[in-house]
């Protein structure tokens, strides 16, 4: 292909396939963060670092990639959580990797503190090239901190599913248990990378950890004879692990069986020593995992659904003051935000009609006031033609309307489960909805939102909130659980997330795109996670047709 030969320092591959465009085919690059000898900010404690992500594409806004854990307790912490981004090779890609101390279980981190940044393009972060910069730390410039960036390509779309459990760990706490977790190392070429870590089972010396997965890149390179170490560590608060023990093994033997934790120090000191307990590897099974772009490809549809919110809190639309309040030049920040999402949006649906509806208002010819109404007052036919379609409908509702309450999210998103779910009857990734709710954030009915969200997150649906206007959005983030998975008020889990909430007004003086990038930038990941846990193949593929049973290898054999 023409378009593997035009990247100076990394292939296209995924290869391009048939009819899209060079713009589109890009590589995916995972970044690995690790610092070295950063500020102690912390009175009684270690610095509890954390790294954001931030990227800038050919000269617009700056927007959130995405966070690392919170390491406890450490001044040079290796961060386990990797991003992935995409490489555009056309593109100037600037990042920005600021590393706080998070003191504060808030998303904001405006009450954290600020322990420095490295300011680079994607460009310089070459393959396989650790990047080391000096932090410059406010308040206290002139004293370096040490930012590493390793970036690889990922060429491998394997991952593998693990599931694992321990038995007759040793005790290291004082009351006779231990916390286990387990870290898996792939060998490099200077040591040991850290490719995963698991949670922390409480006092426990039988432990079981959740399934999880790790890329086949992350772990081994893809080699299945490659050296993979895995330590498994008794947790503690201050951030002074204990080592349990270690063994070593590879991706061919981790397939099998149980392994025996060493601790060489015990094993010095302790006559007849025999272990410090076994992990058996219950689950070790390597699949293909699809991307986004597989989905897309492969014949997957992106259904569109806009959602207003026509309240009282909005303000009188006659008067400048108003949200709705249409300027001469025909704008408003709800307009502006429908425009702004649905023109990325619309490339991926192919019949282009988009339902559209309104909530919180009193609607002719009875005013009640109904929380799910079509803009164009056709319940058999809510669709409107393109955005274009979605804009028109609004100015024309807006009037016919007067601004009511409470604002309930609640009955347009289960509407839009309702839809999703006869979707999910096909058994295909054929379809995948989107709702965009724009809202001045005020929102009335959280409980049933909560549980509707949670009910949503079991459905090839995302959500994506805007807030326009100046209110106090903190339920919003809630909403969006990037703290933590969404809890209905029984304490039924999210299976997901599937919530972006983003403040409207952080983009005020963005070039248009900006928006977009941001509310969109979880969208591809949740496609991804939604199919992958439903066990779908992109519905076209023409590579899971030759090979149906290509992740159970053992299951074709019967
Ligand atoms: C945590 O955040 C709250 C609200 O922003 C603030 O009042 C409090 O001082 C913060 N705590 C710390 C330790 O910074
Ligand atoms: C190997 O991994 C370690 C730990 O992450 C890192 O410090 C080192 O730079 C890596 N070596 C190479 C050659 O990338
Ligand atoms: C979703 O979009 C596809 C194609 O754009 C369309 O054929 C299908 O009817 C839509 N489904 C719903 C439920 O709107």
Redesign the pocket.
Known sequence: SPLQTTSPSMGCSPPCKGGIMAAQCVTKVELTV?CESLLDMDLFSKSDPMCVLLINTAGSQWYEVGRTETVKNCLSP?FAKKFIIDYYFELVQRLKFQIYDIDNKTVDLSDDDFLGELDCTLGQVRP?V?HVKTCDRRPYPGKVAVV?I?AEEIKDSRVVNFEAEARKLDKKDFFGKSDPFLEFYKQ???????AHRTEVVKRNLNPTWRPFRVPLQSLCDGDMDKPIKVECYDHNNDGSHDLIGIFETNMKRLQEAEFECINSQKKQKKKGYKNSGVVSVKMCQVVKEYTFLDYIMGGCQINFTVAIDFTGSNGDPNTPQSLHYISPQGYNEYLSAIWSVGMVIQDYSSHKMFPAFGFGAQIPPTWQVSHQFPLNFNPANPFCPGIQGVVEAYKVCLPQVKLYGPTNFSPVINHLASIALQATQQRTASQYHVLLIITDGVITDMDQTCSAIVNASRLPMSIIIIGVGRADFTAMDILDGDDGRLRAPTGEMAARDIVQFVPFRKFQNAPREALAQSVLAELPGQVESYFRIQKLNPPNDPESQLQPNESQPSASAQ
């Open positions: 690790s290796k396989h650790t590493r390793r490099n070429e200077t040591g040991w990378q850290l």
